[in-house]
C-alpha cells in the first residue's frame, strides 16, 4: 500500500493546549480519514474528508484536507485527559478498496 | 447506535492450526473488511469484501487466509495453519459504501495470539 508519513510519532501535552497533527504521502488520495483509537479497542472513526481543500469540525477536532490531496491535519484544541490516545490518519484512493494507515501519533496530555 | 461486534476477543492457538475470527458488521453496511494490527503498529489492509466476493486483497492476504460470508450477517476470517507471525490484533470494519460513506466503523478487534 501507499506510504503515509505521519507526524509528530508522540505528543506529551498539558490540559488546555492545543495540538496539531499531520499526514503526508508521495501518492494522492481521495478520501482521508481520522481515527483515534485507545488501549485494546479498535479504531473510532473522528472526521471524513473528501474534497481537497475542504475543513470540517467535529466538536474541538478540524480536519484539513490538503489542496495537493497528499496530506491532511488535524487539530485538537484544549485538550482534555479523555484525549489520550492514538490518533490515525487514513487514506483511500479512488481505485482501491483499502484504507491506508499512518503510523499514528501518540497522545498523552497531564491533567 | 450500530456497531460492529466481533468475537472471540482473545484466542489463543498453537502454530499450525486453524482459527476463524467472527464479526458482525453493521446491517445496512455493503462492504466488509479485514485488517490486522501487529502490537505497537499501524493498522494493516489485509482484504474486502463485496457483494459475496473479494474485491481487493493486500499482499499479507496469502493462501492461509480466507473469508466467507456464511449467512446474511455473519463474516469470518480462516487463517488455515497459524504461524508465530500471525500473533496480532485483527480488525472487522464495514461501511456503507466505497466512495462517499466510505467510512469505514472498526470492531473492538480479536487479539489473535499463535504460540
Known amino acids: 500500500g501507499q506510504q503515509l508519513n505521519q507526524s509528530p510519532q508522540s505528543m506529551f501535552i498539558q490540559e488546555g493546549e492545543d495540538v496539531s497533527m499531520n499526514c503526508t504521502s508521495s501518492?494522492?488520495?481521495?478520501?482521508w480519514l481520522w481515527y483515534k483509537q485507545d488501549p485494546g479497542e479498535g479504531p473510532v472513526l473522528l472526521i471524513a474528508?473528501?474534497?481537497?481543500?475542504e475543513l470540517t469540525s467535529n466538536g474541538r477536532l478540524t480536519a484539513q484536507f490538503g489542496i495537493t490531496r497528499k496530506d491532511s491535519f488535524l487539530n485538537i484544541s484544549a485538550s482534555i485527559p479523555s484525549d489520550v490516545g492514538i490518533y490515525f490518519c487514513?487514506?483511500?484512493?479512488?481505485?482501491?478498496?483499502?484504507?491506508?494507515f499512518g503510523k499514528g501519533t501518540s497522545l498523552l496530555v497531564t491533567p | 447506535e450500530p456497531e460492529v461486534t466481533q468475537t472471540p476477543s482473545h484466542q489463543v492457538t498453537q502454530m499450525g492450526q486453524e482459527v476463524i475470527l467472527r464479526c458482525v458488521p453493521i446491517?445496512?453496511?455493503?462492504?466488509f473488511y479485514w485488517y490486522r494490527q501487529i502490537l505497537g503498529q499501524k493498522v494493516e489492509f489485509l482484504v474486502s469484501?463485496?457483494?459475496?466476493?473479494?474485491?481487493?486483497k493486500s499482499e499479507i492476504f496469502d493462501d492461509q487466509f480466507s473469508v466467507e460470508r456464511p449467512d446474511g450477517s455473519n463474516f469470518t476470517l480462516k487463517i488455515r495453519s497459524t504461524k508465530l507471525e500471525d500473533s496480532a490484533m485483527y480488525f472487522c470494519?464495514?461501511?456503507?459504501?466505497?466512495?462517499?460513506?466510505?467510512?469505514?466503523?472498526f470492531g473492538q478487534g480479536t487479539r489473535l495470539t499463535v504460540v
Open positions: 474528508l473528501y474534497k481537497a481543500g
Open positions: 469484501f463485496y457483494n459475496n466476493e473479494i474485491s481487493e
Open positions: 487514513a487514506g483511500q484512493t479512488n481505485s482501491g478498496y483499502a484504507l491506508n
Open positions: 470494519a464495514s461501511s456503507v459504501s466505497r466512495i462517499f460513506g466510505v467510512e469505514a466503523f
Open positions: 501518492s494522492i488520495f481521495n478520501t
Open positions: 446491517s445496512n453496511h455493503l462492504y
